[in-house]
């Protein structure tokens, strides 16, 4: 149980590309729903925190203009990285969580390369 | 700030002895602590949560200890085998805030 899908797990664009990011909670729902992002040999950065229905808390430093998250609904979050730049580049990592405080489920990331 | 130190080196063990992974903590009060692996290329798996009142967990051949006086969990694993290879990520958190991840400490069992 507690199966997460992330798609796609690859993607190489252009600059000024969009590009979005699936993230969806295969049988359970995820009242809540983690963006990260993760460098080589560094620890997973949160970008922001959505929970179904309302808008996505973000991180300190994280453009929310740049990375649009949307909660539609208790199985499906989307991350789409806009106008994306090479330095916009990285490994983004999804992760639901059911209701309370308990452990996350993670999706298998997104190797996002621009261009 | 909070802050959670692993030993970012890589531990290699031998096959069929205890790997130990430490995790220690600073300047934080979490309510309880997790541990995931993490294979090269792929999302975090959850393995195990312990809470603040819990000293000890098992499951399997897995064991974590969580001291909140020494601010310390230590994440074992017995008999391991080269399939355990991988990186494990302690992460802390309390209530419904935010949990924090470390760096993780890479395992490589050898045969």
């Known amino acids: 149980g507690a199966v997460v899908s992330q798609h796609p797990s690859w993607v190489i664009c252009k600059s000024g590309t969009s590009v979005k990011i699936e993230c969806r909670s295969l049988d359970f729902q995820a009242t809540t729903m983690f963006w990260y992002r993760q460098f080589p040999k560094q620890s997973l950065m949160l970008m922001a925190t959505?929970?179904?229905?309302?808008?996505?808390?973000?991180e300190q430093g994280v453009e929310k203009d740049k990375f649009l998250i949307n909660h539609a609904s208790l199985t499906l979050s989307t991350l789409t990285v806009t106008s994306a730049h090479p330095e916009d580049s990285s490994f983004y990592i999804c992760?639901?969580?059911?209701?309370?405080?308990?452990?996350?489920?993670f999706g298998d990331g997104t190797r996002l390369s621009i261009l | 700030s909070q802050k959670i130190e692993q030993n970012s080196e890589a531990l290699n063990i031998q096959e069929g002895k205890t790997a130990t992974l430490t995790c220690n903590y600073t300047n934080y009060s979490p309510a309880y602590l997790q541990w995931y692996r993490q294979d090269p290329g792929r999302g975090p798996v959850f393995l195990l949560l312990i809470r603040e009142n819990e000293k000890e967990k098992r499951k399997e051949r897995l064991k974590v200890t969580f001291d909140t006086t020494l601010k310390q969990s230590l994440f074992h694993i017995t008999a391991s085998q080269p399939a355990d290879s991988a990186t494990y990520l302690c992460a802390l958190g309390r209530g419904y805030q935010k949990v924090t991840f470390g760096i993780g400490t890479k395992l490589q069992v050898i045969p």
């Open positions: 992760s639901a969580r059911g209701q309370g405080a308990g452990p996350q489920h």
């Open positions: 959505s929970n179904e229905g309302s808008k996505a808390t973000y």
